[in-house]
């Protein structure tokens, strides 16, 4: 009866959680009466989830919703979500008001250089998005739907809508912080706008790209807020150094081809993290 | 390990020691006799990203295989690792004292090095806030594969398009790790860098093993408790 049960139990395809509490549902009902008996309710077991395969099948949004529409249907869901509640929003307007006016405190009457305004506009942003992009995942393992969301759609779709989500959340606060460091700080001055739009357009998406992913990590952790830091910034340090880079060649006025190395590296920096984020994401979601 | 292999490692590694001090290395323009660090402070540095890509591959071995050893073998070489990391960035630094007049000065290289602790330190606190066996082994595998991805950037890049005062950075002559990726050293110096790698090499393989096993160990005697 015991190799009978593992044999069944292999038999059982190894995604159906259902069918396998269906199945040790049924053995525990078989094991209080004889072998004869646990064998009906074992076979019936496999059928229900022969039926339930069916079903999923037949009615499964996974077959109706192809992946880029589960991920537009997820980024929607989020997007609608913070409309009503505004709470990222909020919170990380006046993270930004509060940094800025303790930085504003300490460099009043100096005249900051062009690569130290650089770092202090990039360390606003980094922290910035270190308290507001692990939301995304860190909300749906608080509030217990992520199982949901692990049914009804494919992993792919979840981060690429999430990505889509977090990187649309950064462009906003992203141009809400330069407008407040263009406006309160005199000494930043961009000479050259178009590396600094393109510095700030791709250093945007590679951190939504890698800090989205590493949210999604420390979503299952136990000390979400400290840890999210600590992962994310030797990930993030090869673009937090490139796009401080240019953007001091930016307020400097330098030209396209004196900063093209910069954006080399933020090319690929962005290829590479979102290429494996979409490959790894998959271990990280069902784990 | 046998223990005539291990006689051998201390002999090799003893032998090593003493010629990385004595060998005559010839004269090199600008380092002279600070040179013979290359023999300590490179295997060092090589056996801590070594270390980081062992323990990626059984990372990705646990992802693909499901098997809780594989775990236990990336979390020994990546401990092993963060100690010659740790090395590498020591020699290193006191090398930095005597040739650049500072212990620490964020030369590109000191840079990488840094961060490669970093990520270390990163992996550790990831797995220690990760209770669930199975879910730390296949979280802290992804995070090691992340941070391999991004590695590069430091170690093999940015060393070689920023300036750098570090011998083999854009512009400097230097025995090894230089822009042309020739090798400039003199035959005696060459074989005892090359014993060297080897020696620390097999030190750290040894380690390795013994680290491992005592993981099993305490893996199984767990796993029969429980």
Not at chain 1, 218 to 229: D, E, H, M, R
Not at chain 2, 33 to 50: C, E, G, N, Q, T
Not at chain 2, 67 to 92: P, Q
Not at chain 2, 204 to 210: G, K, R, S, T
């Amino acid at each position: 009866m015991r190799r009978q049960q593992d044999f069944l139990a292999d038999q059982v395809p190894k995604e159906g959680k259902w069918s396998s509490r269906a199945l040790a549902g049924a053995s525990i009902i078989g094991g209080t009466s004889s072998a004869v008996n646990f064998n009906v309710i074992s076979v019936a077991a496999v059928c229900l989830t022969a039926c339930r395969e069916l079903t999923l099948k037949l009615i499964s949004p996974q077959a109706i919703l192809p992946p880029v529409k589960a991920a537009s249907a997820i980024f929607s869901k989020d997007l609608n979500s913070e409309l009503r509640t505004r709470y990222a929003l909020n919170s990380l307007l006046m993270f930004v008001v509060v940094t800025l006016s303790i930085i504003l405190f300490s460099t009043a009457g100096e005249i900051v250089s062009s690569s130290l305004s650089a770092g202090i506009l990039w360390i606003i942003v980094f922290f910035a998005a270190m308290s507001g992009l692990s939301r995304s995942f860190v909300s749906e393992e608080e509030r217990g739907t992520s199982m949901t969301l692990q049914l009804w759609v494919k992993p792919t779709s979840v981060l690429l809508g999430k990505l889509a989500f977090n990187s649309v959340l950064i462009y906003v606060l992203n141009i809400l912080i330069i407008f407040a460091y263009l406006l309160t700080m005199p000494s930043f001055v961009v000479k050259s706008p178009f590396i600094f739009f393109i510095t700030v357009l791709l250093g945007s998406f590679g951190l939504a790209s890698a800090s989205t992913f590493i949210a999604a990590i420390i979503s299952k952790a136990n000390s979400k807020g400290t840890l999210y830091p600590v992962l994310s910034f030797p990930i993030l340090l090869p673009l937090l150094m490139s796009v401080i880079d240019a953007t001091r060649l930016s307020v400097d006025g330098a030209s396209m081809a004196e900063a093209s190395a910069d954006f080399k590296i933020l090319i690929s920096y962005c290829v590479v993290v979102t290429t494996v984020a979409v490959v790894l994401f998959d271990f990280v979601w069902r784990d | 390990m046998k223990s005539w292999m291990k006689l051998l490692l201390g002999a090799w590694i003893s032998a090593v020691l003493i010629l990385g001090v004595t060998v005559p290395i010839g004269d090199i323009p600008g380092l002279g006799d600070r040179a013979r660090i290359i023999f300590f402070h490179v295997p060092m540095s090589w056996v801590a990203v070594l270390a980081f890509l062992m323990s990626m591959w059984y990372g990705i071995m646990y992802l693909r295989k499901r098997d809780l050893k594989y775990d236990i073998r990336s979390e020994s070489a990546a401990e092993l690792g963060f100690v010659f990391c740790i090395l590498a960035t020591v020699t290193g630094s006191i090398w930095a004292r005597f040739n650049w007049g500072s212990f620490w000065n964020w030369d590109p290289r000191e840079t990488s090095i840094f961060v490669l602790l970093l990520i270390y330190g990163a992996y550790f606190s990831l797995r220690s806030a990760l209770e669930i066996e199975e879910r730390r082994a296949s979280l802290s595998a992804v995070y090691s594969i992340i941070a391999f991805v991004t590695v590069p950037f430091f170690i093999f890049i940015m060393p070689r398009i920023t300036f750098s005062l570090h011998p083999g950075g854009a512009g400097s002559a230097a025995p090894i790790l230089n822009t042309n990726g020739k090798m400039y050293m003199g035959t005696d110096m060459k074989y005892v860098f090359f014993a060297s790698l080897i020696g620390f090499t097999g030190l750290y393989l040894w380690l390795l093993q013994l680290r491992t096993r005592i993981g099993l160990v305490s893996y199984h005697k767990h796993a029969e408790a429980a």
